[in-house]
């Protein structure tokens, strides 16, 4: 197959999009839920954004080992910094988030430089694989998920990418709003005082 066509890959990912953005949405409303918990909790706001993206990132993948390698036609790669699933031996994903360009942000060593051009085959798997990016963004916020896209690259050049979000499917906006609790929700209390009667008061 043309390793970079992009109708080959949607078809071959097509039985797997939905899990693939369902790893995603898990990961991300955890770290909302992480947030919350440190915002009821009176901790200071994370001073880096880097620290956000790994936490997401951490639980992306907790959440994609899980959810697809049950598949026996998914292939988990774990390695040392990140991790691989390949699926039905024709394309070659990983987790990132996405940069302005909706390219995965990444640092350059060899092994990214490797995944990122399309001449250089990946130890383990099929030479003639496409590699792929699965990319999500937020909003400016970091409380929404923006997007969910198949990405292919060579190097630092976007050669295609299509939608995995629910606007691929409905035509909606595809941002994802998750839901979480709010501090009103806690302002509350969780067991109200029984309010007396009219009966109750004149002692009947």
């Not at 066509?5 to 991300?28: C, D, M, N, Q, W």
């Not at 992480?34 to 790994?54: D, K, S």
């Not at 996405?98 to 990214?112: E, F, K, R, S, Y």
Request: charged letters at 25%.
């Amino acid at each position: 197959m043309d390793q970079y066509s992009e109708a080959e890959v949607r078809k071959a990912l097509t039985p797997y999009h939905s899990r693939i953005r369902g790893a995603i949405v898990a990961g991300f409303a955890e770290w909302l839920a992480v947030a919350e918990c440190r915002a009821m909790n009176g901790f200071p706001p994370i001073l880096y954004p880097r620290t956000v993206t790994n936490y997401v990132f951490d639980a992306i993948a907790r959440n994609a080992r899980s959810i697809l390698g049950s598949d026996s036609t998914v292939r988990v790669l774990d390695e040392t910094q990140t991790v691989k699933f390949c699926f039905r031996d024709v394309v070659v994903g990983r987790f990132k988030k996405g940069d302005d360009d909706h390219l995965g942000q990444n640092i350059p060593t060899q092994a990214v430089l490797d995944f990122v051009d399309p001449q250089q085959s990946l130890p383990g798997f099929p030479p003639a694989a496409a590699k792929v990016e699965f990319v999500w963004a937020t909003d400016e916020l970091g409380t929404e998920i923006e997007s969910m896209l198949v990405v292919a690259r060579d190097r630092e050049r976007l050669l295609w990418s299509y939608p995995i979000d629910d606007a691929a499917e409905s035509g909606s906006s595809g941002i994802v709003v998750l839901p979480r609790p709010s501090r009103a929700d806690h302002d509350e209390p969780l067991i109200k005082p029984k309010v007396a009667s009219k009966k109750d008061a004149a002692g009947e």
